[in-house]
């Protein structure tokens, strides 16, 4: 496994990266990048650290130490502590960096139970799996197509959408587009599939495979940096999430890149294109992680709400502690789930288990409602106050306006207007910056747009048998009576004196 050091040297191997019409040099050294990168890098000194490392790692069935999630479980007990060493990396980042990782664990951690299911490829599933559990590489995937017109087929856009231009004997020349590579210019290899299902027609968008970050051929076109407007807008005081949190988002071009056979998983199979989400267990995985990450941050912003009130002395207002005590109900939700998916597992290949999918579509139906409703309780509790900051750290370095910080910005309980001023732009940073702003937009999106991922829910019911029950359950009802009475002798009928039943 890498350490810190080595991760941001593995970064420094010719990737190409553009932001703001211009081709980074190097992520580990760019103000738009590079403390992501060190955050990233704390990761991978975790894993070595022997305060955190019993609660990281585990014994590979391949002889070596990785991480917990890397791992397929065999047990509840396992998942458990796959979760509690996912939530230990997600502290790091107080849970606002969510694609870490761990997260594209939840795929490669599935390929060796599920690596049948890759039909003429399950050698490169197997190595994937204990590449991935020996080396720990921080994936990200872009499995969504460019909104260019998302409602013609494939086949339709061709010159836009990822697709195989050319067979060679030692493998494939692909080119396309795809989207949204999270944290992409940080990450060792883009893993490549589509979300919505390849239709019969063109089987040559059929495809699953690595690329490697390097690849020549592959670009990769930024989003604008929060970092890097953080660094030139102020200090880390003023901007104390965004500076070194900010998962930057990339556009993944692929201008004619060569993939090994040895990197893909399939090729112009339909099938198992369109099946690898719903029948590998990478939903049930990748929502494990999700769901305890978002605990974590719900975690955070708890104390974050309480602190933040105690500074304004409305802490001890009846609707203020009504409102401190939904978001802690939330979190107490999520966290349940998190771990009902660990302790009530479903069977995988090979005596291999799955976290709960019936719980995991809570998680992915309430997670989106549930961040802008507390977003909205910090802005209804602690209100005007995230407002009235002064601009940065610099006003409280001048000393003709510090004396009137001093005494016009101070909080509650002898709170001085440094600590409270740097509190409520910790806040601000949370829920109302840009950085705060994307953070919204990737917890309401997180798992999929908001019908497709309420129709999951539905489908994965249909398929367990589950609405075959609930349906059952309501006939059994129904089945307790008729228009003559009640059908058994359990509950008694009321009749009139001629023995009738009598209808009121």
Known sequence: M?????????????????????KVDDVTTHPAYRNAARSIARMYDALHDPRTAPILTTESEFGFKTHKFFKASKSAQELLE???????????????????????AA??????????????????????????????????????NPQLDRGQPLEKNKEVFV???????????VSGAKMVGTSAALTHYNFVANYA?????????????????????????????YEEIATKLGTPFDYPLSSRFDENDAVIVLDNVFIPWEDILTYKNIEITNGFRPKTGWLNRYTFQGCTRFAVKLDFMVGLLM??????????????????????????????????????????????????????????????????????????VVAGGLIQLPSSAQDFLNPEIRQYLDKYYKGSEGITAEQRVKLLKLVWDAIGTEFGGRGELYEINYAGNQDAIRLDTLKMADTSGQTAKYKAFVDQALSDYDLTGWTSDTWINPKNSSGNIVFN
């Open 2 to 22: 890498l350490t810190g050091k080595e991760y941001l040297e593995s970064l420094r191997d010719g990737r190409v990266v553009y932001l703001n019409g211009e």
């Open 82 to 104: 796959a979760r509690d060493a996912m939530a230990e990396w997600s502290r790091l980042s107080y849970g606002f960096m969510g694609r870490t990782p761990d997260y594209k």
């Open 107 to 144: 795929f490669t951690g599935s390929l060796g139970p599920y690596a049948d299911f890759y039909e003429g490829f399950e050698d490169n599933a197997r190595r994937w799996y204990k590449k991935a559990q020996k080396d720990v590489p921080f994936c990200n995937h872009t499995i969504v």
């Open 163 to 173: 697709r195989a231009v050319k067979e060679r004997d030692d493998g494939i020349i």
């Open 197 to 225: 299902p390849v239709l019969p027609g063109d089987d040559s968008h059929a495809l699953i495979f690595f690329v490697p970050m390097n690849a020549p051929g592959l670009k990769m076109i930024s989003r604008q940096s």
């Open 307 to 380: 602190k933040a009130t105690e500074a304004a002395g409305s802490n001890q207002f009846r609707g203020v502690q009504a409102s401190i005590g939904e978001v802690i109900a939330w979190r107490n939700m999520f966290w349940s789930i998190s771990t009902a998916m660990a302790l009530d597992p479903e069977e995988a290949p090979n005596g291999y288990v799955l976290p709960n999918s019936t719980y995991a579509t809570a998680y992915r139906t309430f997670a989106p409602m549930v961040w802008p409703k507390i977003k909205e309780i910090f802005a209804q």
